[in-house]
């Protein structure tokens, strides 16, 4: 079975700092692979990131960057230069190699960014 | 733009009423998928179609059936609802592509007295 777990409920930040929020999932798979989704309030979820597991590089989206590690079976995502239209529900989510197309998805961090 | 729209963003329901939850999409894709997202537990799949009239159960179907007779429309069904199925519930799509991006609706929160 896949299971994904974010142990942070909640973050909260000041406009302009660094967060880092923290996932870690299991999976017996060696092929699959790595999502982050953000879900302003009141607004659609949407893709904010995504990592294939048989590349070893970090994935990078403007400010949006993770750092995955396959053997710990993490994967933090790191905003920097935080923006207030970050203030979201941001989910971890796996995914299965070829062929699948279901994802598990975490419980969510919400994560609120202070003027 | 892909577009996934869901037929009602809030409804109130009465215990046992029938209620339909439809969905949307526009961009042919052949993967849709229902979750329900409760605070602290995520998103959980309800089921899923991976093409007309073929649907599979995902971790929590009980009490929900789905009907997928046209490619773009997806509906979830609940029989006969009940309080512990007050929720917000999620409808996605993807093609078959091995990017697996969603394009998630904006969500039907359900209320059921």
């Known amino acids: 079975a896949q299971t994904v777990t974010q142990s942070q409920p909640e973050m909260s930040v000041q406009e302009a700092e660094t967060v880092t929020l923290s996932c870690t999932y299991d999976t017996s798979e060696n092929n699959y692979y790595l999502f982050w989704y953000k879900q302003p309030p009141s607004r659609q979820m949407i893709l904010v990131i995504r990592?294939?597991?048989?590349?070893?590089q970090n994935a990078t989206e403007n400010r949006f960057s993770v750092n995955f590690q396959k053997a710990a079976k993490s994967f933090s995502l790191k905003i920097s230069d935080s923006q207030l239209g970050d203030t979201a529900m941001y989910f971890c989510?796996?995914?299965?190699?070829?062929?699948?197309?279901?994802?598990?998805f975490g419980q969510g961090t919400r994560l609120t960014i202070n003027p | 733009d892909v577009k996934v729209t869901q037929s009602s963003r809030y409804l109130v329901k009465r215990t046992g009423e029938k209620v339909f939850l439809e969905c949307v999409q526009d961009m042919d894709h052949e993967n849709m998928f229902w979750y329900r997202q409760d605070p602290g537990l995520g998103l959980r799949l309800i089921y899923f179609?991976?093409?007309?009239?073929?649907?599979e159960k995902g971790d929590i179907p009980e009490g929900y059936s789905v009907s997928r007779e046209k490619k773009e429309r997806f509906s979830l069904i609940l029989e006969s609802a009940s309080t512990n199925q007050t929720s917000m519930y999620l409808c996605?799509?993807?093609?078959?592509?091995?990017?697996?991006?969603?394009?998630f609706g904006e969500g039907s929160r359900l209320t059921v007295l």
């Open positions: 179609s991976y093409d007309v009239k073929m649907k």
């Open positions: 989510a796996l995914r299965r190699g070829q062929g699948a197309q279901k994802l598990v």
């Open positions: 996605a799509s993807t093609g078959g592509e091995n990017t697996g991006e969603l394009f």
């Open positions: 990592q294939e597991a048989y590349k070893q």
